[in-house]
């Protein structure tokens, strides 16, 4: 993100929120990502703890992250990568950033096609459809859109939001779209680009990332007032907001259950939920800055979440370390996501940096 989407941040802040909920807008905004990991999780030794699976006698890193290519790979974005997602299938990879293009890749980091153009800014969240037909995004121009995999549009334009859109996915169905914005709002889509409901509003200030229940009948969200929110379908909000972070909550992302959440924040805290508001003894410790982006394995039992610290931390589902921090290179992590089988790790962030990681026991590496 550059010094003027800094500026504008700082003043919309200052003109609008209350001085109490304004950190430092020095800041890159994220995105997030719940993507997951197929594991056997009786072989993990999970047992339940509070309500939440756990990994019983775990406390020493069991996982490693090697790069699954080398460094040529992925070659192609100008500026830094805001976001990156896999393919259901796990054959390919979406990215997106501040040149404004869309780009497909094979997992061996070659280019698959032409860039997708037409947004008129960076792209800040790119994201799958559950069947891998289409592609949704969303930009600094305030819009969201919906691609064809071959970069064709696939519906029109989605214009409603009056800021920046800094979030969006898919419902697990595929049939809707939910997108979060600077604007402060919530909305929900068709895949036709029309609104499905009046705006859903409840946070004060921006709304950094927005997410769907893996039963598609909640949507949750998270914000410049260090809320976290739960909202049906239809914008009513569930409960009252989880309430715990001392910043802006940058990220949030459903465990694949529906059980528990987790959310980090401007100050590198990660917190985790029960899907009521409970805020659990999780996380004894965290990232050293914000924390932009969070991803759950399929299984529940690992948690990834990467940071403006330059690292991108993996834990057990008691909020244990799982694996020694990563440090793929640059100040900025932006974007972190598990392929469907579990076994890779991509990652993205400035200066083109897009990453793939494999993920391998300890006990397998040091068999070796």
Same mark, same amino acid.
């Given at each position: ?201 409840? $946070? ?82 965290? $990232? ?45 992590? *932006? ?23 494999? *993920? ?9």
């Amino acid at each position: 993100m550059n010094v003027l989407r800094f500026a504008h941040f700082a003043l919309i802040s200052a003109l609008l929120c209350p001085a109490s909920l304004i950190a430092d807008p020095l800041r890159p905004t994220l995105r997030v990502a719940a993507d997951g990991m197929s594991r056997d999780t009786a072989r993990a030794g999970i047992s339940a703890g509070d309500g939440v699976a756990t990994l019983a006698g775990q406390s020493e890193p069991r996982f490693t992250l090697k790069p699954a290519l080398d460094t040529t790979a992925f070659v192609g974005h100008r500026g830094t990568v805001e976001s990156v997602a896999f393919a259901p299938s796990g054959e390919h990879l979406a990215t997106a950033g501040h040149d404004g293009a869309i780009r497909i890749w094979t997992l061996n980091g070659a280019a698959v096609g032409e860039p997708f153009w037409g947004h008129e800014g960076r792209i800040n969240i790119v994201a799958y459809s559950p069947s891998g037909d289409h592609i949704l995004s969303g930009s600094n121009d305030n819009t969201v859109r919906l691609w064809q995999r071959n970069g064709e549009s696939a519906a029109t334009i989605f214009t409603g939001h009056s800021d920046w859109v800094l979030s969006a996915a898919f419902s697990p169905s595929g049939q809707h779209i939910v997108s979060a914005s600077a604007d402060g709002t919530v909305r929900l889509w068709s895949l036709e680009g029309e609104p499905l409901i009046a705006p859903i509003k409840g $946070h004060q200030g921006r709304v950094f990332s927005v997410a769907f229940s893996p039963s598609g009948k909640h949507i949750v969200s998270a914000g410049q007032d260090r809320s976290v929110r739960l909202w049906t379908l239809s914008g009513e909000p569930v409960g009252q907001p989880f309430v715990g972070h001392g910043n802006w909550a940058l990220s949030v992302a459903f465990s694949p259950s529906g059980e528990h959440l987790v959310s980090g924040d401007v100050n590198g805290k990660l917190q985790m939920w029960t899907r009521t508001g409970k805020a659990l003894p999780r996380f004894s410790q965290g $990232h050293a800055d914000w924390i932009e982006s969070i991803a759950f394995s399929p299984s529940g039992a690992l948690i990834a979440s990467a940071s403006d610290d330059g690292s991108v931390r993996l834990w057990n589902a008691d909020g244990t370390p799982a694996a020694e921090a990563l440090r793929p290179g640059g100040e900025l992590v *932006l974007d972190v996501t598990f392929s469907p089988n579990g076994q890779l790790l991509a990652t993205s962030g400035e200066k083109g940096a897009v990453d793939l990681w494999r *993920l391998a026991p300890l006990s397998a590496v040091e068999a070796r």
